[in-house]
């Protein structure tokens, strides 16, 4: 892969170019200039609401998330660059991220990481006891994704707990009136099975498809020994990919029969499963453009599966 291939991890355009100059590194050390990724954290909490019921009587807690994604999102991202900066400076792609190049200094990158997280702390107070404690049990594993790359071939499966996290939040924010109900923890656990496998199932779909976004890095990551599952899986990654996402679809099929146990309701499922299948048939492993626009493509796999979440889990008519 040449030079020409790679797209830089940050850009000078959109709303991010309009920035004064002085403002424009931190919105781009935060990735306010790629929303994809708010978009991949956001879309499994809409999951969470719109399978529990709440699509139509919770909207505000959808926007909330979305409000938070992009904190945390962008928070995540400060705390992984300043983690990272030695070897981001070591890879085509990254080396012009504001820690690396040197356009934020490191304790700026804290100040900002603290702002975010004040933005994240505001959706948290909008969130039912149950429902906050869920969210701030992420924050171990969010502070701990950075140095996976380091210790397993599978660092994807750690960014799968993160970035899927939501979904869980999303679940027990709408069903939190269960827990005062007097149920049993049995009873809690049993209701809550739909709501962990499609957790589950989000986390095979992030493997999925950042094993395709890390096919832009192997060459680099190979050689400062940086581990992915894209180097992992070598010359059987659309393979990989491909099992990812049919587990993925599996389980969220177990998560809709559970709530609807009708054949007809899991054909809710069949747009998303034509999206995964598209993105697999047409991978190439050395095209690092189509790699991207592969990725970049599952903003649109995440609404193709809220839509989903909405048939089944809406009570109609409304």
Request: glycine share 10%; charged share 15%; aromatic share 12%.
């Amino acid at each position: 892969m040449t030079a020409a291939d790679l797209t830089p991890d940050t850009e000078h355009r959109g709303l991010v170019g309009l920035l004064p100059a002085a403002v424009r590194p931190f919105a781009l050390l935060a990735r306010f200039d790629r929303p994809i990724g708010w978009w991949l954290l956001f879309w499994p909490g809409a999951w969470g609401v719109a399978l529990a019921g709440g699509a139509v009587s919770r909207w505000d807690l959808i926007l909330w998330l979305l409000l938070g994604s992009i904190a945390m999102r962008g928070a995540g991202c400060v705390y992984n660059d300043i983690v990272d900066r030695d070897l981001d400076r070591q890879v085509a792609r990254t080396r012009s991220r504001p820690l690396a190049s040197g356009a934020v200094s490191l304790k700026a990158a804290w100040v900002w990481l603290a702002v975010l997280c004040l933005l994240g702390l505001l959706v948290l107070l909008q969130l039912h006891v149950y429902a906050a404690i869920v969210a701030l049990l992420s924050l171990a594993p969010v502070a701990a994704y950075p140095f996976m790359k380091r210790i397993t071939w599978w660092p994807q499966i750690w960014l799968g707990l993160v970035f899927s996290w939501a979904a869980l939040v999303g679940w027990f924010e709408v069903t939190s009136a269960i827990q005062s109900w007097g149920v049993t923890t049995v009873g809690v656990l049993v209701f809550s099975v739909p709501g962990l496998l499609l957790y589950a199932g989000s986390i095979c779909w992030v493997v999925g498809y950042d094993t395709i976004y890390a096919l832009q890095d192997r060459e680099d990551d190979a050689l400062i020994g940086v581990r992915s599952s894209a180097l992992r899986m070598g010359t059987r990654v659309r393979l990989g990919v491909g099992l990812f996402y049919l587990a993925a679809l599996a389980l969220w099929a177990g998560a809709i029969w559970l709530l609807r146990p009708d054949w007809l309701a899991l054909v809710a499922l069949l747009p998303v499963a034509g999206h995964f299948a598209w993105q697999v048939a047409t991978l190439s492993p050395d095209d690092g453009a189509g790699a991207l626009h592969r990725f970049r493509s599952n903003r649109f796999a995440g609404l193709l599966m809220f839509l989903a979440c909405v048939v089944v889990g809406t009570p109609w008519p409304y």
